[in-house]
């Protein structure tokens, strides 16, 4: 079985943001037994930026990007060394590998991402993956690992997905703040709760927070794959995850799959603005692979540019799809309504190109 399993930050550092040697020992006792079972694993860790404040010594985790991304340098190399120092004393071999959204969206790039990674499984290695945040363009694309963690998951036909955090799983409510909240430990495909909505905030070290790891839950169910999201401080927590046990919170596998790309556009991508269709424009999508064009569009609203992503929502006002546009807002909203031979020169024919839009689950 091929397992790609990732931690969060409040799960591998103190509340300093010190890298917890003790966690990363547990994790990768975990990930030997698994190996001596005949099983791959990817791990995918956070806690860069924390281990970076904790060494440059700053008072808390800083907001503005420029020093996100440096000091993200700084905790990479800390954390790499922690992880090769304990899968060693195995006798296995950490491999660190950074990845960005541009991976998983550009196709020569995908395609060389998923062979490096099939590479090292091939030679033993243990992959240790984390965002690429030092060089990330303008902004942290995705800001938490677990999104990357279900691409990747995806990318590489990974058979389940864990994700491990500070908590049990996913709750009817926040236990820290309901004392009756219950624990969820199972959720079937088409269930409501694959919609639930909580809140994003985190142990405040880390990016992510529950909803980023729902998030990738359900990115997992519509890659084909079974998911988990368990504490990282159960005993045998990735062995339970692997042999199907409920030692969390467990999503099935969707029948209908999605690739990589479309993950990507459907739930990892920032939404720039959105394209109001018609209902005859709205089944067109839904119905079959069509591409949208600007004769059914009613209205246009925010500022995106040429391959931003956009919502396209129906005459009910939800948004059904997603997509990255083909033409920028202004040139959108000038041609609202148009049929393509009514179409200035040189406008493209389409809002959306249908390879670049995705229906989105329900």
Not at 49 to 78: W, Y
Not at 92 to 120: C, K, M, N
Request: aromatic fraction near 4%; charge should be negative.
């Amino acid at each position: 079985m091929r397992v790609v399993a990732k931690i969060g930050t409040a799960s591998i550092t103190d509340d300093r943001g010190v890298i917890d040697v003790a966690a990363v020992a547990k994790l990768s006792d975990e990930v030997a037994a698994l190996r001596l079972e005949g099983h791959e694993v990817v791990v995918v860790s956070s806690g860069a930026v924390a281990a970076g404040v904790a060494a440059l010594g700053l008072p808390s985790r800083p907001t503005d990007m420029q020093t996100l991304q440096a000091i993200s340098a700084a905790g990479q190399s800390r954390l790499v060394e922690v992880y090769n120092r304990e899968l060693a004393r195995h006798d296995l071999v950490g491999a660190q590998v950074l990845l960005d959204p541009h991976d998983f969206v550009d196709r020569t790039q995908y395609l060389h991402a998923r062979s490096t990674i099939e590479r090292l499984l091939e030679l033993g290695c243990i992959p240790v993956v984390n965002e690429n945040d030092a060089i990330a363009n303008d902004e942290l694309r995705y800001g938490d690992n677990d999104r990357l963690a279900a691409l990747l998951a995806n990318s590489i036909h990974a058979d389940v997905l864990v994700l491990l955090t500070d908590m049990d799983g996913v709750y009817t409510a926040d236990p820290r703040r309901d004392p009756s909240a219950t624990l969820i430990p199972l959720v079937r495909v088409g269930d409501p709760l694959l919609a639930v909505s909580v809140e994003a905030g985190g142990s405040g070290r880390g990016s992510g927070g529950m909803a980023s790891k729902l998030t990738a839950a359900r990115m997992a169910s519509w890659s084909g794959m079974r998911s988990v999201i368990a504490r990282a401080s159960r005993p045998d927590v990735l062995a339970g995850a692997v042999s199907a046990e409920l030692v969390g919170t467990t999503f099935e596998a969707h029948d209908r799959t999605l690739p990589a790309r479309k993950l990507w556009i459907a739930f990892a991508a920032e939404v720039m603005g959105a394209v109001e269709v018609d209902a005859g424009a709205q089944r067109a999508l839904t119905d079959r692979p069509n591409s949208l064009l600007p004769a059914g569009v009613v209205s246009v609203a925010g500022s995106f540019a040429v391959g931003d992503t956009v919502d396209i929502v129906g005459p009910d006002g939800r948004a059904f799809a997603r997509g990255l546009a083909a033409i920028d807002a202004d040139v959108a909203r000038r041609v609202v309504g148009l049929r393509t031979p009514d179409l200035p020169a040189g406008v493209n024919h389409e809002v959306v190109h249908r390879d670049d839009l995705v229906v989105l689950p329900t």
